[in-house]
């Protein structure tokens, strides 16, 4: 194979095409070598490469194979154009949806891995490819990560087309423009970026195709590995690219003009530009009536700071400012304290960790025992490290309460960042009390200044509040969907366009 | 949206922020300077002052809107007056700077890490501003419009609060006014309207440049109304005698909010937590500002690596300098120096600018 | 790698730094209550801490020291104890008569408090009639932590216009601006502790006592909006009748001609009939209604003259703040008499007009 050149055109002897072809696919047994004779004379030989497994077999079997045998007349098919030969093949009736005309040996080897059926011809230098990808997979179920009370229980699966069609369904524009591409030296994996040509930002799209274009790896098995390799700041705990299982949401996004990134075999597409704001919104604000939705926004950004900060003021309240507490609570609190042997800080560190196991947990295990463990680390840990004495009621409090607020987080990355954050503010805390947060939060603030996705600030629009006081309706509160009418100002959208309800 | 300039609300925040950061620290020196509750007068006439000499420096900007005043002031004066005005700027950067750190350390250290050493304090808060300084003016002018939202606002709004315990009739007597006090504490007053020097170099990073005449003189209006906002809530709760006896005013009227229904106690640390921010985006600010001050000057063509040498300046100058508990007797002669330079400086660039514009059309 | 150097040094910092800061809220004392008495030269302190047992703070620990002040108690205290002195939640301090009598020690001590950046301006004051240590002593079987019953009960008074200071705050604020204030005055009253008078204080040093009919009558004209003229019993033609002031209005005319200060208050006063006798329908004459209300003005303007009276001669002490509006309305005037003012103010013609208004008589005629 070493040897091998792929670019090489295909041979006019069938043989040595196959000869060729067993050399590629040397030891792969599910390659499948089906030899024809065909046409009217039955002088015509032909062989029909495929990947078992990956094909729709009766695609081939009963439409391809058998129109081929009864209609095609080919005996001149050396010396046809390729559009000559497709007229010729489309006489026959062959019914299959995608027919193509591949003229290399690389070609045809990329087709067959893609599940597609190679018919190669003799005494013929070109190759045509039937299209015939079926493969099993996952129906459209419901998105296991983001759920909704109300709003479409259809979500992404494996298939990239299906997924690109549960986009179409819902965005009947023809201007919605799917651009195919490949990634992966060894996977060739599909990746299609889909925009509204009217309404996406140029330069973020540019930025995304540069990119992808520009990756360079082995094999792309999921999404994230595109994310980590287009993002703007890998080292950053912050995602930079938003990702959904929502076909949904992926069609409010290509609305405001963003870029939607769907990658073969991941049930989940990128959607880039991300910022601060996106990963705080979930479909369903827009779905429920306003003013709750208004409401349980707000209780995002209420959770916000508590699921990054509660444990760390614990620590520096009880640790180096008593007295910020109310007097009763501070007596409580130093009385609930007289009996435990750890210092604020570990109780804190111990109990988040404990916590963070609970949670490791309960993802690796099947669903009927997951809720147990739930239960067993709630309330047995819990409970009985507060009896005996090894922390105090408060920290179970204020532990509890931040994994609550963690879960309102729409966005699992996102949420897993803010987890990871609290560590370093819990240290601060220890180790300066709210003057150590003070200057964390500080840090943060640097950082996402800082940060950009595809070249838009992180932390639009409250950097530039009064430039993008229309994108500000967005933030805390959702605007109603008649005041939706125009797309975010920090994309600088060309036209403005009214969502009709 | 793509490029490296500041919008011109950004500067506008820029301005504002580090302006109140002055004014808290200069305010000791306004309620004793005047004997009586007329302060808010010297901080009027001080705004009228710099309404006019922005006028005046609005005009030259016109002309040379791509150049801070160093870059203006080698244009049209020869260069070693150019130089001059550079080091001039260089030094009162660092000087302000250095004495915003200390003071603020001391706060902190006083109501927050009694225990921490002064140095500990000043350390963390100059890494933390350096890191940011070094980002450039695009990141700085984020943080600021984010401190402004998250942090100042805030701050402003839990200081009302503390109305709950004033005594409104504190603001009298107006007349008849003290009026030798007054005159004397414009120079101080002038001084805490800081965006004024600020803006001769801010302004040449706006990206639109149409808008800086409006912003500048918005910026002296907001800033005037908020110091002057700031000065009476201090003297309805505390009283003029009472008022003139603070070291940290903010700091003490922090210990009077009365959020109903709020239930911490120490509300001073709340407030201090939220000035840490606002403090450190203005130490930040100016210690980008001297990095652009520092290459306008020296002429180079970057300027992120100068902050690599303000930090030990910065931190000597802070460890190194008295309270301002103890500088408020010897602070006078100062600020009336610097006032009256950072009047006449921009002046007289203005005219300068505006001569040259005339002789070459 | 410079970049993992970076944050190696930076982590490195955090975690090598001392901590110094540190202590556990259960590895403090809280002071809850301080009674300073004084004692020969020195000051004895007298501190109140809540015993921190898990699930109840009601027993206490009562520690007595001398020192020269705050800082020198907390330094023996800190030697004496396994506990670290924490003063900022403290609730309530209680100044010995003696020490109230010295002007010296009562400056350094408002000094210290307004000087410390840990100790809240908030904290409730009062002076002890005695000993503050009595009184830091008394065991409430209500309530045991007495510092969390005066600053209760303090907070109240407050509240109803009874008394016109309360925090230490308003203490230093009014001998700022007038020289004078009126401090709430603790007692020991059997098993518990009651504040019915003011100390009047005179440039930091007790001058003397108001009794509680004085009290009220110069809250009436500190703070009539809020005056709480409870009980105003008459006896008209043989009948006892309790009237409650509900509302209050005053303003008030202050002249000053050169040496001559004049002072004329007009409060009007809008009553509920508390109490009368059943069966008696005497409520229905106005008549009568005119003769209570003619008693009831007679009675109060007793009080008030008398009051004011001891004010100007005994004490020369101007707790109806009349100097302070004087310097804000009338600055000129006053600027020439500042220096003078004491006697200015002892010769000062104080009138008090009052009016009447019965509004309802209850839920029964």
């Given at each position: 194979?070493?040897?091998?050149?792929?670019?090489?055109?295909?041979?006019?002897?069938?043989?040595?095409?196959?000869?060729?072809?067993?050399?590629?696919?040397?030891?792969?047994?599910?390659?499948?070598?089906?030899?024809?004779?065909?046409?009217?004379?039955?002088?015509?030989?032909?062989?029909?490469?495929?990947?078992?497994?990956?094909?729709?077999?009766?695609?081939?079997?009963?439409?391809?194979?058998?129109?081929?045998?009864?209609?095609?007349?080919?005996?001149?098919?050396?010396?046809?154009?390729?559009?000559?030969?497709?007229q010729e093949i489309a006489k026959t009736s062959i019914a299959v949806s995608e027919i193509q005309i591949i003229t290399t040996i690389g070609e045809c080897v990329d087709k067959i891995l893609s599940g597609e059926t190679v018919l190669l011809l003799d005494t013929c230098n070109k190759g045509i490819m039937l299209s015939s990808r079926g493969w099993p997979m996952r129906g459209v179920q419901e998105p296991s990560a983001e759920t909704l009370i109300r709003g479409a229980r259809d979500g992404f699966n494996e298939t990239m087309k299906v997924n690109i069609s549960l986009i179409r369904r819902r965005l009947r524009d023809p201007k919605l423009k799917v651009k195919y591409t490949q990634v992966g030296k060894r996977s060739k994996t599909d990746i299609a970026i889909i925009y509204i040509e009217d309404l996406v930002n140029k330069t973020v799209l540019k930025t995304v195709e540069k990119r992808i274009n520009n990756i360079e790896i082995d094999a792309v098995l999921e999404s994230s590995y595109i994310e980590e390799m287009i993002e703007d700041d890998g080292y950053s705990p912050f995602p930079q690219l938003e990702n959904t299982e929502r076909p949904d949401a992926a069609a409010s996004a290509l609305l405001e003009g963003r870029v939607v990134i769907a990658v073969d075999n991941t049930p989940s597409v990128l959607i880039a530009p991300a910022i601060f704001v996106s990963f705080m919104q979930s479909s369903e604000d827009y779905y429920e009536r306003w003013l709750p939705a208004c409401a349980i926004r707000l209780l995002?950004?209420?959770?916000?700071?508590?699921?990054?900060?509660?444990?760390?003021?614990?620590?520096?309240?009880?640790?180096?400012?008593?007295?910020?507490?109310?007097?009763?609570?501070?007596?409580y609190v130093a009385a609930s304290r007289a009996n435990v042997p750890f210092p604020p800080y570990f109780e804190a560190l111990l109990m988040e960790l404990v916590i963070e196991l609970v949670r490791?947990?309960?993802?690796?295990?099947?669903?009927?025992?997951?809720?147990?463990?739930?239960?067993?680390?709630?309330?047995v840990i819990g409970q009985s490290s507060v009896e005996a004495g090894l922390i105090t009621p408060l920290a179970v409090i204020v532990v509890a309460l931040t994994a609550i607020a963690s879960f309102t987080i729409p966005s699992y990355n996102f949420g897993a960042t803010l987890r990871l954050i609290r560590f370093a503010f819990i240290v601060l805390a220890a180790t300066f009390g709210l003057f150590g947060i003070s200057i964390g939060l500080s840090f943060l603030t640097i950082h996402l200044c800082t940060l950009k996705s595809c070249g838009i600030p992180y932390m639009t629009p409250f950097i530039s509040f009064v430039e993008n006081k229309r994108d500000l309706k967005d933030t805390l509160i959702r605007p109603r969907i008649r005041k939706l009418v125009r797309k975010p100002d920090y994309l600088h959208m060309e036209k403005e366009e009214k969502k009709n309800v | 949206m793509f490029n490296q300039d500041i919008t011109p609300y950004q500067n506008l925040s820029i301005l504002l922020l580090v302006s109140f950061v002055l004014q808290s620290m200069l305010m000791p020196v306004l309620l004793t300077g005047v004997d009586g509750?007329?302060?808010?007068?010297?901080?009027?006439?001080?705004?009228?002052?710099?309404?006019?000499?922005?006028?005046?420096?609005?005009?030259?900007?016109?002309?040379y809107d791509e150049d801070t005043i160093i870059s203006v002031s080698d244009k049209v004066f020869p260069k070693f007056i150019s130089k001059l005005i550079g080091i001039y700027y260089i030094f009162m950067f660092l000087t302000v700077n250095s004495l915003i750190m200390k003071d603020f350390a001391e706060q902190v250290k006083l109501m927050m890490m009694f225990r921490t050493p002064l140095s500990t304090v000043i350390v963390a808060i100059l890494l933390t501003a350096a890191y940011a300084a070094k980002k450039g003016i695009h990141t700085i002018a984020n943080i600021t419009n984010i401190v402004l939202l998250t942090s100042l606002i805030p701050y402003l709004l839990i200081i009302i609060f503390s109305t709950y315990y004033a005594d409104y009739s504190n603001i009298f007597p107006v007349y008849p006014p003290?009026?030798?006090?007054?005159?004397?504490?414009?120079?101080?007053?002038?001084?805490?309207?800081?965006?004024?020097?600020?803006?001769?170099?801010?302004?040449?990073?706006?990206?639109?440049?149409?808008?800086?005449?409006?912003?500048?003189?918005?910026?002296?209006?907001?800033?005037?109304?908020?110091?002057?906002v700031s000065y009476l809530l201090i003297i309805v709760k505390f009283g003029t005698k009472e008022a003139a006896n603070l070291v940290w005013p903010f700091v003490s009227i922090m210990k009077f909010v009365n959020i109903p229904g709020f239930f911490f106690e120490s509300t001073e640390i709340v407030g201090l937590c939220l000035q840490i921010t606002v403090i450190f985006t203005s130490i930040c600010i100016l210690a980008f500002f001297t990095n652009l001050a520092m290459q306008e000057t020296f002429k180079t063509k970057e300027n992120g690596y100068f902050i690599f040498i303000q930090i030990p300046i910065l931190y000597l100058m802070a460890a190194g300098l008295p309270g301002m508990y103890m500088m408020f007797p010897y602070i006078q002669i100062p600020i009336y120096i610097l006032s009256g330079m950072n009047l006449f400086i921009p002046l007289l660039a203005a005219y300068a600018a505006g001569r040259k514009y005339k002789r070459s059309t | 790698?410079?970049?993992?150097?970076?944050?190696?040094?930076?982590?490195?910092?955090?975690?090598?730094?001392?901590?110094?800061?540190?202590?556990?809220?259960?590895?403090?004392?809280?002071?809850?209550?301080?009674?300073?008495?004084?004692?020969?030269?020195?000051?004895?302190?007298?501190?109140?801490?809540?015993?921190?047992?898990?699930?109840?703070?009601?027993?206490?620990?009562?520690?007595?020291?001398?020192?020269?002040?705050?800082?020198?108690?907390?330094?023996?205290?800190?030697?004496?104890?396994?506990?670290?002195?924490?003063?900022?939640?403290?609730?309530?301090?209680?100044?010995?008569?003696?020490?109230?009598?010295?002007?010296?020690?009562?400056k350094r001590i408002f000094d210290e408090i307004q000087r410390s950046p840990q100790m809240n301006r908030r904290v409730k004051i009062c002076i002890a009639k005695g000993k503050a240590e009595d009184i830091i002593n008394t065991e409430i079987p209500s309530s045991p932590i007495v510092g969390r019953f005066l600053s209760d009960m303090l907070v109240k008074l407050k509240r109803e216009s009874q008394q016109d200071v309360f925090t230490f705050d308003e203490a230093i604020l009014n001998l700022g601006k007038t020289g004078n204030a009126m401090i709430p005055l603790v007692e020991v009253n059997e098993k518990s502790l009651k504040i019915e008078r003011a100390a009047i204080i005179k440039e930091y040093e007790l001058v003397g006592f108001l009794e509680t009919d004085e009290l009220e009558a110069v809250m009436l004209l500190l703070d009539p909006s809020n005056a709480n003229i409870r009980n105003i019993n008459v006896e008209t033609d043989g009948t006892t009748i309790s009237l409650d002031a509900v509302d209050v209005t005053m303003t008030d005319k202050i002249r000053l001609k050169?040496?001559?200060?004049?002072?004329?208050?007009?409060?009007?006063?809008?009553?509920?009939?508390?109490?009368?006798?059943?069966?008696?329908?005497?409520?229905?004459?106005?008549?009568?209604?005119?003769?209570?209300?003619?008693?009831?003005?007679?009675?109060?303007?007793?009080?008030?003259?008398?009051?004011?009276?001891?004010?100007?001669?005994?004490?020369?002490?101007?707790?109806?703040?009349?100097?302070?509006k004087l310097y804000k309305y009338n600055k000129n005037e006053y600027e020439k008499v500042r220096d003078k003012y004491d006697e200015i103010f002892a010769q000062a013609d104080i009138k008090v007009y009052y009016k009447m208004q019965i509004k309802s008589t209850g839920l029964v005629k």
């Open positions: 194979m070493k040897d091998l050149d792929l670019n090489q055109p295909i041979n006019t002897d069938i043989h040595k095409n196959e000869q060729i072809f067993r050399k590629v696919f040397e030891n792969a047994d599910d390659i499948i070598y089906r030899k024809l004779e065909a046409g009217k004379t039955k002088n015509l030989k032909m062989l029909l490469l495929y990947v078992d497994g990956m094909t729709t077999k009766e695609a081939i079997s009963e439409y391809a194979i058998e129109n081929l045998l009864m209609g095609l007349n080919l005996d001149k098919a050396q010396n046809m154009s390729n559009a000559q030969l497709e995002r950004y209420i959770a916000l700071p508590i699921v990054m900060l509660l444990p760390a003021l614990y620590v520096a309240v009880t640790q180096y400012h008593p007295n910020l507490l109310p007097t009763q609570l501070s007596l490791e947990a309960s993802y690796r295990i099947t669903t009927p025992v997951g809720s147990t463990i739930g239960l067993v680390g709630g309330l | 509750p007329e302060g808010w007068i010297s901080v009027l006439i001080a705004a009228l002052i710099l309404f006019f000499a922005i006028k005046a420096v609005n005009k030259a900007m016109k002309t003290d009026m030798e006090g007054i005159l004397k504490s414009v120079p101080n007053a002038a001084l805490s309207f800081f965006g004024f020097s600020l803006l001769l170099f801010s302004n040449s990073r706006v990206s639109a440049k149409g808008k800086n005449p409006k912003i500048n003189k918005r910026y002296l209006l907001i800033s005037a109304v908020l110091y002057m | 790698m410079k970049k993992l150097t970076l944050s190696l040094l930076i982590i490195s910092t955090i975690l090598l730094c001392g901590c110094w800061d540190s202590v556990e809220i259960n590895k403090r004392e809280y002071l809850f209550a301080v009674g300073i008495d004084k004692k020969e030269d020195k000051l004895n302190f007298i501190s109140e801490i809540p015993k921190i047992n898990e699930g109840s703070e009601e027993d206490r620990l009562v520690y007595s020291n001398e020192g020269e002040s705050f800082a020198d108690f907390y330094h023996l205290n800190y030697l004496h104890s396994d506990k670290v002195i924490s003063d900022r939640l403290m609730q309530v301090i209680v100044l010995g008569e003696d020490l109230a009598r010295d002007s010296e020690a009562m050169g040496d001559k200060l004049s002072v004329d208050y007009y409060v009007t006063l809008y009553c509920y009939v508390d109490s009368f006798i059943i069966g008696n329908n005497s409520l229905e004459d106005r008549y009568f209604l005119n003769r209570v209300k003619e008693e009831s003005i007679k009675k109060l303007s007793e009080t008030s003259t008398d009051t004011i009276d001891k004010l100007q001669t005994q004490y020369k002490a101007d707790l109806l703040r009349i100097k302070d």
